[in-house]
């Protein structure tokens, strides 16, 4: 029994899509919505006969496709998202637990953590005082009383 053209557009639209899943770069996905529109297009009489005219229909809706992926592909990637790790602390609230002295290093807990602190402005910070976190220095965050 052999296939008919639609089966075989059809097994190779899947079979793309099935790619895409352990390569996302949105690329494989545009084939496989080419493959499967051009499988449901070849059941029209007139296309079913053309082979030649099959994959010009592939190719065009795979381009179109691709362009549509491309637009959803880069807004998607484009959302970085939230900081995470370290980066995560800039504009969080801690407390001194041990004095920053004078252009010196103290300690503040953020959530629970302990971090060597410097104030921004090199200033005195008492013990208990609240800050925020301005940014990161290597292993220290570097706060401002609030």
């Known amino acids: 029994m052999a296939l008919l053209p639609w089966q075989i557009w059809m097994i190779i639209?899947?079979?793309?899509?099935?790619?895409?899943?352990?390569?996302?770069?949105?690329?494989?996905?545009?084939?496989g919505i080419g493959a499967i529109i051009t499988s449901l297009l070849s059941l029209i009489p007139f296309m079913g006969r053309n082979i030649a005219f099959q994959i010009l229909v592939f190719a065009v809706l795979s381009f179109i496709s691709f362009l549509f992926m491309r637009k959803l592909g880069k807004k998607l990637l484009a959302n970085t998202g939230s900081n995470t790790n370290v980066f995560a602390l800039k504009g969080k609230n801690g407390i001194v637990t041990k004095e920053i002295p004078l252009e010196g290093k103290g300690y503040v807990k953020i959530g629970g953590e302990e971090w060597p602190a410097v104030e921004v402005d090199q200033k005195a910070i008492e013990l208990g005082a609240k800050v925020i976190i301005e940014g990161i220095d290597g292993n220290k965050v570097i706060v401002r009383k609030i």
């Open 13 to 31: 639209g899947i079979g793309f899509i099935i790619i895409e899943i352990f390569d996302p770069a949105f690329f494989f996905i545009s084939l």
